[in-house]
């Protein structure tokens, strides 16, 4: 594996830790953050997050890592699971990033 | 009833997954002819349709409702598992259910008709046979009531009835044919039945059906659809208000089912446009509802005026705060097309013990240029649609170990709507640790999401009136002290 995918990796990785920390900590589940599967799907059938919790896991997310989402990228594909959220996440940072430094 | 344009070929009923335009229902109507014609089931035989917002769960109760069938509406319980047939009142002699189509049929007898799945039929075994009465079975649409914590009751509507209460809904909110309608709310209530898919489908609009409506789902389908009119809740229009980035303005939202917070209503109003209140119940239909014609203030205020036909009265109550609650009452209603009545699970008619007028149980008043809804009576309140009884709150904290009694009260607003804090007071025997977190914690396995207090207080004791009853109002009154006291300790 060359070193910019063992990056992504690792950066996604460390994206889906944060992400249970949020839901466990901050949001209204009664979920522990050992109990969380990175692969359950969020809604029903998995995690269980309900319509509120949604609302208030995206105004998480984008408080904690510091981006916003588009009315577009507000889409379920996206919050199929954590891994997928996460990736999603990830490449927002590094986009962010890379407009950072053309700008200077 | 005959309401159906069949001749319409642009405007679509659709899920999401499946997209039918009304000129081509009449096909799918033949099928279901020869279903029940080999099957000798006649309108003499009453049925229960098992319903869900799918083109089609929505493409059979149109058919039942034109072809004058007389039928029970009902939603599968959440803790049902699939393979198990539903139990149904014994006065339905069919049971109906709709296997949803993995992938979109090729032809329009498929949509109901594939070799492994759609339209699936049981005999009640419970079925207590015809009607003896020789008099000839009314077209009848039978619902329960919500009663998420309550006992439902069953309620029958003749569809003579129910098409002027589908009329009057699409008349006061003015619905066109060119409408593009959103409905994430069940349509397995009457709420979104006759105030939003049927008058739709009267005025031959498109429709979006849809099922298990969160904020992501519906922006993908708001997306795809492109709607213009939308049913909503007031808890979803929060949702949107708080997760949608950009304004996107709607001809019109109606919101029923819980009242709109004054900040939620103006904010919504102009960022979405312009937004109305109705109010009903599922014994009534839509009793009032405000029309896009209306101004701001006014459409904020009141439900609107009361549809066509309709009586209100107030039944004034004695307060403490007279000055306060002055032409304060509770609201009773009278309908002209309102319900037959209630009915018990064999079908026999219930009589009202108050005759014509229907008591609302909720507290109003009424304006001239509207009716205007407070809240509900009795100890109860109205989270996320849904009605929560203190009772039912109390009686599940109290089966924790530990906890001798609970008092639920309701203050202030919480994302869920009406904030319930519930004082919960220990044993004095117990050995058990009592915290507030751990009880919180056990109502997720107690209680709906929607009857979980958003707060809990251990208190040692709880104040009490002259008569030995807990004071409500006192707890009430001090909740906001004793919350913040708790949290800093």
């Not at chain 2, 594939?114 to 079925?127: A, F, Q, T, V």
């Not at chain 2, 309550?150 to 006061?172: D, F, M, Q, Y």
């Not at chain 2, 405000?290 to 307060?319: H, N």
């Amino acid at each position: 594996m060359d070193k910019t995918a063992t990056d992504k990796t690792a950066m996604d990785k460390t994206a889906v830790e944060q992400l249970k920390v949020i839901i466990a900590d901050e949001l209204d589940v009664n979920l522990t953050k050992e109990e969380i599967d990175d692969n359950a799907p969020l809604f029903e059938g998995g995690l269980g997050l309900d319509s509120i919790v949604i609302v208030e896991l995206i105004s998480l997310i984008e408080e904690k890592f510091g981006i916003e989402f588009a009315d577009t990228e507000l889409s379920p594909e996206y919050f199929s699971n954590l891994h997928v959220l996460a990736e999603f996440v990830s490449e927002k940072l590094a986009s962010r990033a890379k407009v950072a430094e053309s700008v200077r | 009833m005959k309401f159906i344009n069949h001749s319409l070929s642009t405007q679509v009923l659709t899920d999401g997954q499946l997209t039918l335009s009304y000129s081509k229902i009449t096909p799918v109507f033949e099928e279901l002819d020869r279903f029940f014609g080999d099957r000798n089931i006649d309108r003499g035989d009453r049925l229960a349709l098992e319903c869900v917002n799918s083109v089609p769960c929505a493409l059979v109760l149109l058919y039942l409702l034109e072809r004058e069938y007389s039928f029970l509406l009902f939603s599968r319980a959440a803790n049902t598992s699939e393979e198990n047939k539903p139990e149904i009142p014994p006065f339905c002699h069919y049971g109906l259910q709709i296997d949803s189509s993995p992938e979109a049929p090729e032809t329009e007898s498929e949509i109901l008709f594939h070799r492994d799945r759609g339209l699936k039929i049981w005999e009640n075994s419970l079925w207590m046979g015809k009607n003896s009465s020789s008099e000839e079975l009314k077209p009848t649409l039978y619902l329960r009531t919500s009663g998420s914590t309550g006992n439902p009751k069953l309620v029958a509507h003749s569809h003579a009835n129910l098409r002027n209460n589908i009329l009057n809904c699409a008349e006061r909110l003015n619905l066109r044919s060119g409408d593009r309608i959103a409905i994430p709310v069940p349509i397995f209530h009457l709420y979104g039945l006759g105030a939003g898919f049927l008058p739709g489908v009267m005025v031959g609009a498109s429709i979006d059906l849809q099922k298990g409506a969160n904020l992501l789902r519906y922006l993908q389908r708001e997306r795809e659809f492109n709607p213009n009119v939308a049913f909503m809740t007031p808890i979803f229009c929060e949702t949107l208000l708080r997760g949608r980035r950009s304004p996107r303005p709607y001809k019109l939202t109606v919101a029923a089912g819980d009242r709109v917070r004054e900040d939620t209503f103006k904010q919504y109003n102009d960022r979405f446009g312009c937004l109305v209140k109705l109010y009903g119940s599922t014994e009534m239909g839509a009793i009032a509802a405000g029309s896009p014609d209306d101004t701001l203030e006014v459409r904020d205020r009141t439900v609107g005026q009361p549809m066509p036909g309709v009586q209100m009265r107030l039944e004034e109550q004695s307060f403490e705060n007279i000055e306060e609650m002055e032409g304060t009452g509770e609201l009773w209603c009278k309908h002209n097309c309102g319900f037959e009545g209630y009915i018990d699970e064999k079908g026999n008619p219930l009589l009202s013990e108050t005759g014509d007028w229907f008591r609302t149980k909720d507290f109003g008043r009424i304006g001239k240029d509207g009716l205007e809804v407070i809240g509900r009576c009795d100890h109860s309140v109205n989270r996320n649609g849904l009605l929560v009884f203190f009772t039912d709150v109390e009686k599940a904290i109290e089966s924790i170990a530990g906890i001798e009694k609970v008092v639920v009260v309701s203050k202030g607003e919480s994302q869920r709507g009406k904030k319930l804090f519930a004082y919960c007071i220990p044993a004095k025997d117990t050995k058990v640790e009592v915290i507030a977190t751990d009880i919180r914690s056990h109502c997720f396995d107690l209680l709906p999401r929607h009857a979980i207090p958003d707060e809990i207080i251990i208190e040692k004791t709880l104040p009490l009136l002259p008569n030995g009853k807990v004071d409500r109002q006192k707890l009430t009154q001090k909740v906001d002290w004793d919350t913040i006291h708790q949290n800093n300790t």
